[in-house]
């Protein structure tokens, strides 16, 4: 049981409270590129592991924002880094896939960036099932290792596997998402990486706010966690409504209106 609980949670450092104010005020934040879902969450603060769930179309454009995001410079409220996504998605699905590279380099150009700087700076991965998921996932942990210029990790469509799975093998999926995880941010805690899933929610759940697909553990383990639902009245004008459900030292439950424009076949986040 000691040798499962080291091998799943990162080491917890004890410190004052007023160092832990020291390290909190000289973390750098990174934009997601929406005034109102960066009031709400207070950014993306480098170390910290954030959870996304709900509606896919909100989640795929963020997505992309933030892996462009990150190599902003410092002063335009990036990383001024390298960032490493992985995808989850079917093997016979690939014309499904939610990281498109066209929808990449239109996000960077209306960012303002050159599309190929972002291709230089960015390591892209894809999982076709849950074993290959956890391989993948050692495989970002030793990058993380080897390159300190790695700030961002985005792993998009977490959940997928676990979504899909049937009953008899769902256990299995569900620790085998628990090994993803812990892999991932156990190096992402020790180098002050940023991570951030996005995943499903449950919709049987009966609450007013659903539950994340994915388990107690997932829950407990991420510093911040946002539900994201599509209120759009209008298929021009994306409006969603990103409700703060954790938060390390904001007030939950909290609500902002995220708004985006369309630009061609993609949306961006405003």
């Known amino acids: 049981m000691v040798a499962e609980s080291h091998m799943t949670y990162p080491r917890l450092e004890m410190k004052s409270a007023l160092e832990q104010f020291s390290v909190q005020g000289n973390c750098l934040k990174m934009t997601t590129g929406s005034g109102e879902l960066d009031s709400l969450i207070d950014g993306i603060q480098e170390g910290s592991f954030y959870l996304f769930y709900g509606d896919s179309f909100a989640l795929d454009a963020l997505t992309h924002r933030l892996l462009v995001n990150c190599i902003l410079s410092i002063k335009e409220h990036g990383f001024e880094s390298m960032a490493v996504c992985v995808n989850n998605t079917d093997y016979y699905g690939q014309n499904k896939m939610i990281l498109n ?39 970002v942990a030793e990058l993380i290792q080897d390159n300190e210029n790695i700030k961002l990790i985005v792993v998009n469509n977490l959940t997928k596997f676990f979504k899909d ?30 991570l951030v899933i996005t995943g499903d929610s449950n919709l049987s759940s009966k609450n007013v706010i659903p539950r994340p697909i994915g388990g107690t553990y997932l829950k407990h383990i991420a510093n911040v966690i946002v539900y994201v639902k599509n209120v759009s009245t209008s298929a021009f004008l994306p409006t969603f409504k990103a409700t703060l459900v954790k938060h390390q030292y904001l007030k939950t439950p909290k609500s902002a209106i995220v708004h985006g424009r369309r630009c061609g076949r993609m949306m961006l986040l405003n």
Do not use: F
């Not at 093998?169 to 190096?187: D, F, G, Q």
């Open 165 to 194: 799975s049937s009953g008899h093998n769902r256990p299995e999926i569900a620790n085998s998402l628990k090994e993803v995880i812990s892999a991932i941010n156990r190096a992402c805690a020790k180098n002050k990486v940023s």
């Open 101 to 139: 590279p066209e929808k990449i380099a239109n996000t960077a150009k209306a960012t303002g960036i050159d599309p190929k700087i972002i291709s230089k700076n960015l390591y892209i991965q894809t999982a076709y099932n849950s074993q290959h998921q956890r391989q993948i996932a050692n495989e």
